[in-house]
């Protein structure tokens, strides 16, 4: 059964740090590349991060670069959000998807994990 799990979510202040977690089980990241969603109460769902499958290429939405980094642990089948200087604006809750064509530029997301709520307080 092929299944994203996300974790690492909760509640932060302002300027405070969270690593989520997206644990990959029923396929191998070799083959997907994974991105980062956001959907805050009353907007609609924007773009925060992809890694491909190659690890080679990684994208950031502009209103996370430099504080946001992806990363991949291929042994763990894990992709890592590292989210630094948290603001209030990045409060939302936050879902992996795996993209089919591996590169994330085709942005052809096939699964999706059930999001995990970051809360950041100012």
């Known amino acids: 059964e092929v299944q994203l799990v996300e974790s690492g979510g909760g509640l932060v202040q302002a300027g405070g740090s969270l690593r989520l977690s997206c644990a990959a089980s029923g396929f191998t990241l070799d083959d997907y590349a994974i991105g980062w969603f956001r959907q805050a109460p009353g907007k609609e769902r924007e773009g925060v991060s992809c890694?491909?499958?190659?690890?080679?290429?990684?994208y950031y939405a502009d209103s996370v670069k430099g504080r946001f980094t992806i990363s991949s642990d291929n042994a763990k089948n894990t992709v890592y959000l590292q989210m630094n200087s948290l603001k209030p604006e990045d409060t939302a809750v936050y879902y992996c998807?795996?993209?089919?064509?591996?590169?994330?530029?085709?942005?052809?997301?096939?699964?999706w994990g059930q999001g995990t709520q970051v809360t950041v307080s100012s």
């Open positions: 890694i491909s499958s190659s690890d080679e290429d990684t």
């Open positions: 998807a795996a993209e089919v064509y591996g590169t994330c530029v085709e942005a052809v997301y096939e699964y």
